[in-house]
Structure formats: structure tokens, C-alpha cells
């Protein structure tokens, strides 16, 4: 399976319905999964709306292309509330917010590969977050996941 080719497909789709493609990502084995594509609107919220055209759209690309082998389940989605942070772009546009972060490895200067802190920024490859207090910058590759926290 192609996994840029159809990256490619739903990128398209996404400029031409007003979308931002945020990820395409395929769980499950080769022969069956779930390709899951994360659409998000540059102003404004997503609807369900846009995520039905949308999976319309290229799910039936992908059948005529015959692209996955097997069977596999389309889902089209927003990024949520407490979104996954996909792209440095991500790390400037919520700049300033409560994040959630899973390491690759532990570090000495932090209690545990998982902890909560405010972003506050990306830049040459390293993150930075502010965790009680104190800025730590944790190179970009060694985590594994940033999601925000929902704060009420």
C-alpha cells in the first residue's frame, strides 16, 4: 500500500472542500485495518458534513485506484479536543497551551516519560515546554506523542 499516494489523494480532496489535511494514518495489518484520515478547517470548526463528503470522495478514488489491497475500514475525522499535535506547525498554532507528552525515553530531569506542561514552542528541531516552572527543551524526535489537554 501506497501510503504518500493516497496521503496525496486526500490532500487534494481536503484543499478542494476548503480542508487542511492534518494526517493520514493506516492501523491493522496490510491485509486489514482502518486507514484513518484527520481533516481540521485553517478558521472555524469541522463538521460532519465536511468529514461525509470528504470520506465520499476519496473513499471512492481509492476503489476505482484499487489502492488497499484487503479490506479496510475508512474513517474520516476531526482532530478533537484533545487533538495529537501532527506537524510543527501544530507546536506554533497552540503555542501557549496545556499539552500532554509521551517520550520514546525516560530523562533525568523529568519524573517520567509522561507529563503535562505548557508548550511553548518548536524551533531547530527541539520542543519546549515549561513544567513547573522551568523551561525543558526535548529534541523533537525523542517524543513519541503531544496532545493537549481539555481544559474547561
Wanted: hydrophobic share 45%.
Amino acid at each position: 500500500m501506497d501510503l504518500e499516494r493516497i496521503r496525496g489523494i486526500a490532500e487534494r480532496v481536503a484543499v478542494s472542500e476548503g480542508l487542511e489535511l492534518v494526517a493520514v494514518e493506516w492501523a491493522g495489518s496490510p491485509a486489514q485495518g482502518i486507514l484513518r484520515i484527520i481533516l481540521d478547517r485553517p478558521e472555524g470548526a469541522i463538521s460532519h458534513r465536511d468529514c461525509g463528503v470528504v470520506s465520499e470522495q476519496v473513499g471512492a478514488i481509492l476503489d476505482v485506484e484499487d489502492l488497499i489491497p484487503g479490506r479496510y475500514v475508512l474513517e474520516v475525522a476531526s482532530p478533537g479536543l484533545d487533538r495529537k499535535l501532527y506537524r510543527p506547525a501544530d507546536y506554533e498554532r497552540f503555542r501557549g497551551r496545556r499539552v500532554k507528552v509521551r517520550l520514546k525515553h525516560r530523562r533525568p530531569e523529568l519524573p517520567g516519560r509522561r507529563f503535562q506542561a505548557e508548550l511553548a514552542g518548536l524551533a531547530e528541531g527541539v520542543v519546549s515546554f515549561v513544567v513547573d516552572g522551568q523551561t525543558v527543551r526535548i529534541p523533537y524526535d525523542d517524543i513519541a506523542a503531544v496532545n493537549l489537554v481539555i481544559e474547561f
